[in-house]
């Protein structure tokens, strides 16, 4: 087998396009256990489900004959411009989808022209993902270590190695309540994926000791990532250490925003964690209105939990996000075909983006904001 992948099943001849025939496509290739972690979310899934509805909510309104015969996509973020208002969402443990993981995605986001997010719970490290793609554009999304010298020495490397932002996600001080993923007795740490950074780190493994078995180094990961005394103070100790701007993932609530603000963010991402985490809450895509506003300009506002398609990434922009991160398409793709897959699926999404800003009679991402929504 190719990492999970199961036997006999060949990477079918015309790449699926739609997200349902993705999700189909990589459930045929996937192993059981990896497929139901990828396409599952927390509790009820509600809030999975919550998060592709809540865009046929808001209805486009578009212009005629506004002449978009050149459209321009690209967005600007801090100090840097990218081309695509496209961003790869962090996802860990992605050998479980593909033998080659993070460095055919990283090496595909390369490719199209998109930023890749490495988690910390990558099955590459931040060297070798770094030594697979040199100097396209990458950011490190940090999952708080308990022991803070963790935080600071993995940040470290991500600077050393010249990621371009620090993604701290605050919706994960502990693991939502995934019942697939009990049911298949499922979980990839223990099962070896996601400590490729851990193993790497010489802050982890001089807190690790001599205890350097499987076992002891899976139970330090869990105790060093389930951290419910989390506060704002952690980000605040960041933005001391650090010179990368950090982007706090896993806002909904608008009084949040300045929380973030006062901590020292200089970005935010809008995000349910894909329904992953707490369920029954509100479909990101309706938090993110609010969140915009609290932000007023002063910190772009990125958005991602159910982008499946260019409408829904003019929508989120058009409702005021910066960027957009990208998910399970891309994973799913991964599952089918590795780079490859990761590109046609990136490729597909910006081609349907630029469709639909041109018939949406905007020629810029950055006038997206004047394209007005309807509320059904
Ligand atoms: C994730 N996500 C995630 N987020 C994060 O900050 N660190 C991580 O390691 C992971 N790992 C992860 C694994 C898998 C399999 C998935 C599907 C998601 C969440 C991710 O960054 C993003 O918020 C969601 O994927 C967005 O939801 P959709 O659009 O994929 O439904």
Redesign the pocket.
């Known amino acids: 087998t190719k990492g999970d992948r199961q036997m006999n099943i060949e990477v079918p001849a015309v790449f699926p396009v739609s997200y349902q025939a993705l999700e189909q496509e990589a459930k045929k290739l996937m192993s059981k256990g990896a497929y139901g ?2 396409r599952s ?1 927390a509790s009820n899934e509600e809030t ?1 489900r919550k ?2 509805t809540a865009f046929e909510k808001w209805s486009i309104l578009p212009r005629m004959l506004r002449n978009v015969a050149d459209i321009d996509m690209s967005v600007t973020l801090g100090e840097h411009t990218y081309p695509y208002p496209i961003f790869i ?5 992605q050998k ?2 593909h033998e080659e993981g993070e460095l055919a995605t990283a090496r595909a986001a390369k490719t199209i022209g998109v930023p890749f ?1 490495q ?4 099955s590459y490290s931040i060297e070798e993902v770094k030594a697979a793609t040199v100097d396209s554009p990458k950011w490190f ?1 940090l ?1 708080w270590s308990r022991n803070e010298q963790v935080s600071f020495s993995m940040v470290e490397r991500a600077e050393r190695a010249g990621y371009e932002a620090i ?1 701290v ?1 605050v919706d ?1 001080i502990m693991t939502g309540w995934r019942e697939t993923d009990i049911a298949t007795q499922f979980s990839p740490l223990k099962e070896g994926y ?1 400590k490729a950074n851990y193993e790497s780190d010489p802050a982890f493994m001089h807190a690790l000791g001599e205890k350097t078995d499987h076992e002891s180094m899976i139970q330090s990961v869990l105790d060093n990532i389930h951290y419910p005394e989390m506060n704002w103070s952690h980000i605040a100790a960041l933005a001391k250490r650090t010179s990368l701007p950090i982007y706090i ?2 806002i909904l609530h608008p009084e949040d925003v300045q929380c973030a603000i006062e901590a020292g963010a200089s970005g935010l ?1 809008v ?6 985490q707490l369920d029954g809450t509100v479909a ?1 895509l309706d938090a993110l209105p609010a969140v915009v506003k609290a932000a007023n300009q002063k910190v772009p506002v990125v958005f ?5 398609r260019g409408t829904d990434i003019v929508k989120a922009l058009a409702l005021g996000a910066a960027a957009v ?5 891309f ?1 799913y793709g991964l599952g089918i075909d590795g780079q490859v897959g990761v590109e046609k699926v990136l490729e597909n999404l910006i081609e349907e983006t630029r469709i639909t800003m041109s018939l949406a009679g905007i020629a810029r991402v950055k006038d997206l904001n004047q394209l007005k929504l309807i509320r059904e």
């Open positions: 972690y990828v979310a999975l998060n592709t969402a962090p996802v860990g443990m479980l989808t997010i988690s910390t719970v990558s999304q999952y993604v996600t994960t996601g993932k896993g991402i995000s349910n964690h894909g329904g992953r990101a991602d939990s159910g982008i499946r991160c990208i998910g399970r398409p994973v």
